[in-house]
């Protein structure tokens, strides 16, 4: 079966420092695999989708950006982080075999102060 | 208008009630839907998949989805104190959108015994 590995769990970070998460998956291969944002009493949205090493497609402008250095390997980065980045960040992979299902990480918390 | 509409509740129900969760949209495009439980702090995990209109069953939580209304609801029967959580709908339009889904803002459930 398919697991999915987020970390860190929990961090608080100063305003204008950098920003790491961490994501692999485990059990398939060539996921496609995603970074959702949640805000406090606000629905997931989508950041940014990749369907293979080294191809990242943002969906929405901001202080973030996403690599894929590996197959099941996905980062989410900021090199100056504001207060507006806070929220709660999911990495996410589909189903690998075309439907529109995915399957969420635990999540890593995020707090700028 | 947002895509999606979700009713933010909250809800608080007695156990062994009948639970009703709904979403409206209004984009056309969507034809899988989707139903995912949060617990606290925790990643969303799949409830509810289909992509048809009708109802679809799984122990006790049934889907139904009406595309000519482009309305979907999750129903809980039994509902027991383990189904407190926030639950999010969620809709995606196929083909090459991957799993670039539209969540609605969630609904926060508390079953107390």
């Known amino acids: 079966s398919q697991t999915i590995h987020q970390w860190p769990a929990t961090l608080v970070q100063p305003v204008g420092s950098p920003l790491s998460l961490e994501c692999t998956v485990e059990?398939?291969?060539?996921?496609?695999l995603y970074w959702y944002r949640q805000a406090a009493g606000r629905g997931l949205q989508l950041l940014f989708y990749?369907?293979?090493?080294?191809?990242i497609s943002s969906e929405v402008p901001q202080n973030l950006s996403a690599s894929r250095p590996q197959d099941r390997q996905f980062i989410l980065s900021s090199k100056k982080l504001l207060l507006s980045d806070s929220g709660f960040y999911l990495c996410?992979?589909?189903?690998?075999?075309?439907?529109?299902?995915?399957?969420f990480g635990e999540g890593s918390w995020l707090t700028v102060v | 208008q947002k895509e999606v509409e979700q009713d933010p509740g909250p809800l608080s129900v007695p156990e062994g009630a009948i639970v009703s969760l709904n979403c409206t949209y209004s984009n056309s495009a969507f034809q899988y839907f989707m139903w995912y439980r949060q617990y606290s702090r925790k990643g969303p995990e799949l409830l509810m998949y289909?992509?048809?209109?009708g109802n679809k069953e799984d122990g006790r939580f049934t889907a139904q989805v009406d595309k000519s209304s482009k309305y979907i609801s999750l129903f809980i029967r039994d509902s027991q104190p383990s189904d407190s959580a926030t639950y999010l709908c969620?809709?995606?339009?196929?083909?090459?959108?991957?799993?670039?889904?539209?969540f609605g803002q969630g609904t926060i459930l508390t079953v107390h015994p």
């Open positions: 969620a809709m995606g339009a196929g083909g090459t959108s991957y799993g670039k889904l539209t």
């Open positions: 059990g398939t291969s060539n996921p496609n």
């Open positions: 996410a992979h589909d189903s690998g075999s075309g439907g529109n299902t995915i399957y």
């Open positions: 990749s369907v293979g090493i080294g191809q």
């Open positions: 289909t992509y048809s209109s």
